[in-house]
């Protein structure tokens, strides 16, 4: 299950994994975003919440969530990527490679600073 919010103030998407993610997740989060992005300016901060990153239940979820980082790469300014999770704390070096924003690790007790390094 993929969790998400917007904070509609300050342009940030919120994304909360629990538990393996699928491919409708992703599909409903991309409707989201899509109907978000068409009446207000584009969001341009994530936010990814996840003590534990709980990977994908199928190669077709896996393609949904990249598919979503493609759609995304050129409006998403800023990722912070909050958790203590190995991957997690591994990817802003992976998709420094494929997408333009700027990308942050923080420890997973530290929400509050990446929530305002996002705003800043």
Not at 9 to 26: H, K, Q
Request: no cysteine; glycine share 4%; hydrophobic share 40%.
């Amino acid at each position: 299950m993929l969790k998400h919010e917007i904070d509609t103030e300050n342009g940030i998407l919120t994304v909360t994994p629990s538990g393996e993610l699928s491919a409708m997740d992703f599909k409903r989060l991309t409707d989201t975003v899509d109907e978000y992005n068409a009446t207000h300016e584009p969001l341009d901060s994530l936010m990814i919440l996840s003590e534990h990153f709980p990977g994908w239940d199928s190669f077709g979820a896996l393609f949904q969530h990249l598919k979503f980082v493609r759609q995304q790469r050129d409006q998403i300014r800023k990722v912070a990527a909050v958790s203590d999770s190995g991957f997690l704390t591994v990817m802003p070096h992976i998709v420094d490679h494929f997408i333009k924003a700027d990308v942050r690790h923080f420890d997973y007790d530290d929400k509050a600073q990446a929530l305002a390094w996002l705003i800043s």
